[in-house]
């Protein structure tokens, strides 16, 4: 099976995800992806929730929080600034304060516990996290590509989502029995109705968050993710170990890309001996590689005589990839 | 109780001091006994919440939150480390 056949066989795969250790090319296979596909004539939406996103590098063009900014025809790219979402965030919590009270400044107190919370080290994450519910719910477009983090983050990213999940499960139940107790009072004491409980409305807006987008990542029938990994062996090492912690998690393994071939071609001229020895460990991997993932491999990437940058290059990988 | 099988030493002044540390220093002590056990727990909810079923929330939606709370923050932080009053007992 190829890469094509994923994408023609499985027109409901529409959440694809392309993860691997950071440098083998993550970010180029997903930017050529979404160009194949948008070239099929499908609205595609690829986006980076990499704090250190180089979708502006591969496309040449600033789109860094920007939003969704037109590439070619059918194709959008994005860069979440987390900082900038974070900051807009604690301001609407600011004036929510002074709204809900009155208030014309908000309490020291609780301003500089705004402040210290935006420095914990996972407020980023969170922050991203949240941005990417705001762009699928909307569902605007055939396909989303994550042009995902390197492989602990994603891993961070995706259990996150699970004791999240769990945690917000334990704390509306917590809840709901105060509003039942809340309710027995009012009896007691004759009340007719008893009072909303916005906090209550606010832990399952956030449940409901948390659960659309781990269910996104995990979902079978319409996530696809793909392994990215280059003939070396402890790539291959890391990348089987890493498979199995995504499957632990749920993450439904569509395939795997093979990036930075050389190609055979090269052996037919004089060569130097650095070369020769390069193709040569390249050959042995290669060969482990197929032993062991066989027909999940999707494709074999060949090693471009320059990085890939700008449009034209990424149609010469997409014709490589896809035809 | 352990006073009373000790040996009486000092006679009339050390009953004397006695009263004077009961009268005075006694309820101080075991304030802050009790405000140093109170303490205890609130550092244990805090680093070992998830033992008790309660993990601390995640900084990112915890904010969602702290607009209901905000009126409650200063009282909260005081029930926290306050002595135990009659109302918990009865309750």
């Known amino acids: 099976m190829s890469l094509r056949d994923v994408f023609e066989r499985h027109p409901e795969r529409r959440y694809i995800m392309f993860g691997g250790k950071g440098g083998l090319g993550k970010t180029t296979l997903s930017a050529t992806c979404a160009y194949w596909l948008a070239r099929q004539g499908k609205r595609v939406l690829l986006f980076s929730v990499d704090p250190q996103a180089s979708l502006s590098d591969i496309f040449q063009k600033d789109i860094f929080g920007k939003g969704a900014v037109p590439i070619i025809d059918n ?22 304060i002074l709204d809900m009270y009155g208030f014309d400044k908000v309490p020291e107190e609780i301003d500089s516990y705004i402040a210290s919370a ?3 080290p996972a407020m980023e994450e969170s922050a991203i996290f949240d941005a990417v519910v705001d762009i699928i719910v909307k569902g605007d477009y055939d396909y989303y590509i994550y042009d995902l983090v390197p492989l602990g983050h994603a891993l961070y990213y995706l259990s996150m989502a699970k004791v999240y999940d769990e945690w917000i499960n334990k704390i509306t139940k917590l809840r709901e029995e105060m509003g039942q107790y809340d309710r027995v009072a009012a009896t007691l004491r004759r009340q007719e109705k008893v009072e909303e ?25 319409r996530a696809a993710f793909f392994f990215v990994l280059v003939p070396e062996e402890m790539i291959i ?40 020895n390069r193709i040569n460990m390249q050959e042995k991997y290669l060969g ?24 034209p290059m990424i149609e010469r990988l997409a014709e490589k990839l896809f035809n | 109780m352990a006073e009373q099988d000790k ?14 540390y009961g009268m005075s220093s006694h309820e101080m002590t075991r304030h802050a ?25 995640p900084p990112y939606y915890s904010l969602r939150l702290l607009p209901y709370v905000t009126p409650q923050i200063s009282t909260w932080k005081r029930r926290m480390l306050r002595e135990r009053d009659i109302t918990d007992t009865i309750g």
């Open chain 1, 75 to 96: 194709l959008w790219a994005q860069e979440i600034d987390a900082d900038k979402r974070i900051q807009d965030y604690q301001n609407e919590i600011r004036q929510k």
């Open chain 2, 33 to 57: 006994v009790r405000s140093r056990a109170s303490m205890e727990h609130l550092f244990i909810l805090i680093t070992m919440g998830d033992l008790l079923g309660v993990p601390i929330l």
């Open chain 1, 197 to 221: 409980d916005k906090i209550l409305e606010e832990l399952q807006y956030i449940k409901h968050r948390i659960n659309t987008s781990s269910q996104i990542l995990t979902d079978k029938r």
């Open chain 1, 237 to 276: 090492l890391d990348t089987r170990k890493a498979a199995e912690l995504f499957a632990r998690f749920d993450v439904p393994i569509s395939g795997y890309v093979v990036n930075r071939v050389l190609p055979q071609e090269l052996r037919a001229g004089k060569i130097p001996t650095y070369l020769k």
């Open chain 1, 118 to 120: 935006s420095a914990e």
């Open chain 2, 7 to 20: 040996p009486k030493k000092g006679g009339i002044f050390q009953v004397f001091k006695d009263i004077v």
């Open chain 1, 288 to 311: 482990d590689i197929r032993s062991t993932l066989g027909n999940q491999v999707l494709a074999y990437v060949p090693e471009m005589e320059r990085d890939i940058t700008g449009l």
